[in-house]
T-cell receptor
Framework: AQRVTQPEKLLSVFKGAPVELKCNYSYSGSPELFWYVQYSRQRLQLLLRHISRESIKGFTADLNKGETSFHLKKPFAQEEDSAMYYCAPYAGNNRKLIWGLGTSLAVNP | DVKVTQSSRYLVKRTGEKVFLECVQDMDHENMFWYRQDPGLGLRLIYFSYDVKMKEKGDIPEGYSVSREKKERFSLILESASTNQTSMYLC?????????????FGAGTRLSVL
């Protein structure tokens, strides 16, 4: 079965520290992967997708097919990065995403 | 900007009531989704629709039904609300084509069933 694992429910770092939110997936084929973010009292929104290979708000994510991982990284965390982050691989030719349970990131001053 | 609008931000209903949650999108998206979001359980797909009058069950369809009579509107129906359906409900839409896997979300409806 296709699964996605975000091993940390909660991640707490200090402002300016590097941050890495982990995502591992099990998927047969060529996955398309996404990170979504939900800031406090805001709607869930796309943060980035792996095929774009871009940096959004200082975050990057590299697809590692060998390790089946898509970890989200930022070298210097900011307080405004505090949010819930979801990793979501594309489930195949059926328009559905598979959602991880989410990691709540708290960036402390 | 894509706009996905959920008709209510908060709803309080009684056990056994029939509940309608409405969602409208203004970007002519083919696909629409209903999720529930619970702490520690992430997002769970209830139903989705890829065309008018078409629907498919998600992971937790029991106790729910949906209606899509027009392309822009996707309704979630709780036939007889129960306390375990107290949750945050999120509606999303996505286009077909190259961007079909990018989902756009509404602000959510927090439903309390007493």
């Amino acid at each position: 079965a296709q699964r996605v694992t975000q091993p940390e429910k909660l991640l707490s770092v200090f402002k300016g520290a590097p941050v890495e939110l982990k995502c591992n997936y099990s998927y047969s084929g060529s996955p398309e992967l996404f990170w979504y973010v939900q800031y406090s009292r805001q709607r869930l929104q796309l943060l980035l997708r792996h095929i774009s290979r871009e940096s959004i708000k200082g975050f990057t994510a590299d697809l590692n097919k060998g390790e089946t991982s898509f970890h989200l990284k930022k070298p210097f965390a900011q307080e405004e990065d505090s949010a819930m982050y979801y990793c979501a691989p594309y489930a195949g030719n059926n328009r559905k995403l598979i959602w991880g349970l989410g990691t709540s990131l708290a960036v402390n001053p | 900007d894509v706009k996905v609008t959920q008709s209510s931000r908060y709803l309080v209903k009684r056990t056994g009531e029939k509940v309608f949650l409405e969602c409208v999108q203004d970007m002519d998206h083919e696909n629409m989704f209903w999720y529930r979001q619970d702490p520690g359980l992430g997002l769970r797909l209830i139903y989705f629709s890829y065309d008018v009058k078409m629907k498919e069950k998600g992971d937790i369809p029991e106790g729910y039904s949906v209606s899509r009579e027009k392309k822009e509107r996707f309704s979630l129906i709780l036939e007889s609300a129960s306390t375990n359906q107290t949750s945050m409900y999120l509606c999303a839409s996505s286009p077909e084509g190259l961007a079909k896997n990018i989902q756009y979300f509404g602000a959510g409806t927090r439903l309390s069933v007493l």
